[in-house]
């Protein structure tokens, strides 16, 4: 019996997703064609809507669906700090922890020397550009505590101080509430070596 | 067989050398260790939030770790946290991805070198300090060329057992040794003597001696790579140009 082509191309393009192999597109699949059909359409519908009208944000670079996202044409952000995020969940959470009222700018990416991943694949002279627009006057660096994440941070740091811009990097050390007894010995290790002064 | 099962259950010295993400929660760990050479782990689970690996198994950190299995990816077991060396940063951050990049380049899998392990341990620990990033870089480029068997002759000249004349101008023929230059000759490396010769005994006070050697490591370096460019070298000439 010869697979109907059109279950077979749906199969095809569900393996697109990441972590999604050929058994669990043909699952995913059969699914949505004998037992779920309406949320079939839906997902159709949602899909074809989202990739016609998601574009990145002009100033932060994250998704969104006019020019300006919401975040920056909010009148109520503070304009002169700038944080610089990985990804779009980065935001997310900092949102969520509501310590920062300023604005974003999402990378979408990170440095990653070993894997040719460059300054060009992450829109770094696009944060220059938002970064030396006259109405920032702080950055901060909010990438993750990777290597890769370091690299990134310290670029960045470079490119904007030699602008005049004044750069600072999320702290980093012992979880809220932690207890020194259940934390990993990396994250201690570094606690000590960046120990400050108690104020 | 008897003495590498035994080898297997005990933790051995290890430096993570770049990761990749496998799947939803794992990661694919190209790891250099003491007795076994670069290896290739597969770390089950240690993408998840709360996975103890996420803050252990971290490039440019001593690591203690044992595995199981044979073949082109074994399963990581345990990772121990060794410590006494700082995060790198900045300049020496990139001069350590640099280090792991000729190590993933020019190590086979399961090829063992234990004084290049050392000397990359020492490394790693000097870079932390971001001093002496040069000196640090060309001891071990040199050492490295020599653990794969293009030991560099130095302090004599090609083709004889003349000592090399401090006070003589050289080039450098791959495979071959330093060439004193006559007059006319328009080489692309050109070396004095003493750089020759403080490079054979790894003296690196000598700025001169920094510069010249530099450029002679990169044109070797290159040489052996072959066709093949250092991603890390294109990411700096990338990055100056922002």
């Known amino acids: 019996m010869k697979t109907p082509s059109s279950l077979e191309e749906l199969v095809e393009a569900l393996r697109r997703l990441p972590g999604v192999g050929p058994k669990s597109a043909q699952r995913m699949a059969y699914h949505l064609l004998q037992h779920d059909r309406e949320g079939a359409q839906r997902l159709a519908k949602s899909l074809g809507e989202a990739v016609e009208r998601v574009r990145h944000c002009d100033k932060c670079n994250n998704f969104a669906e006019q020019p300006l996202c919401e975040l920056c044409s909010s009148t109520r952000r503070d304009a002169s700090v700038l944080c610089v995020v990985e990804m779009p969940g980065d935001v997310a959470m900092m949102e969520q922890a509501q310590a920062y009222r300023g604005l974003y700018f999402v990378l979408l990416g990170r440095l990653s020397p070993l894997d040719g991943i460059g300054p060009k694949e992450i829109n770094l002279d696009r944060l220059v550009k938002r970064a030396t627009d006259g109405e920032v006057k702080e950055v901060i660096i909010a990438t993750n505590f990777t290597v890769e994440g370091e690299a990134t941070a310290h670029y960045i740091a470079e490119m904007l101080t030699a602008r005049g811009l004044k750069v600072t990097r999320i702290a980093r050390g012992l979880p809220v509430g932690g207890e020194l007894e259940h934390v990993d010995s990396g994250t201690l290790a570094q606690s000590v070596i960046e120990r400050r002064p108690v104020d | ?242």
């Open chain 2, 1 to 242: 067989m008897a003495a590498s099962q035994r080898k297997l259950q005990e933790p051995q010295p290890a430096f993570v050398l770049h990761t990749y993400p496998y799947r939803e929660t794992s990661l694919i760990v190209e790891a250099f260790t003491r007795h076994h050479g670069r290896i290739g782990l597969l770390a089950k689970g240690a993408r998840r939030p709360k996975s103890a690996l996420r803050g252990t198994l971290l490039a440019f950190q001593p690591l203690l770790i044992q595995w199981g299995g044979r073949g082109e990816l074994r399963g990581l077991h345990s990772a121990e946290w060794q410590g006494g060396v700082p995060q790198l940063k900045g300049i020496g951050l990139m001069s350590g991805f640099y280090l792991n990049e000729l190590l993933l380049r020019f190590l086979h899998r399961d090829d063992p070198h234990e004084g290049l392990f050392d000397l990359y341990a020492e490394a790693v620990s000097a870079l932390a300090t971001n001093t002496r990033i040069a000196a640090t870089l060309r001891r071990f480029e040199k050492f490295l060329l020599g653990e794969l068997g293009y030991a560099l002759t130095l302090d004599t000249e090609a083709g004889s057992n003349n000592p090399v004349d401090p006070g003589a101008s050289y080039t450098y023929v791959i495979e071959k040794g330093p060439v004193q230059i006559r007059s006319g000759d328009n080489p692309t490396i050109e070396l004095s003597g003493k750089t020759l010769i403080d490079l054979s005994s790894d003296n690196y006070e000598d700025p001169v001696t920094l510069s010249q050697s530099k450029l002679l490591m990169r044109h070797l370096v290159g040489h052996y790579l072959g066709s093949r460019s250092l991603h890390t070298r294109q990411f700096l000439v990338e990055l100056q140009q922002i």
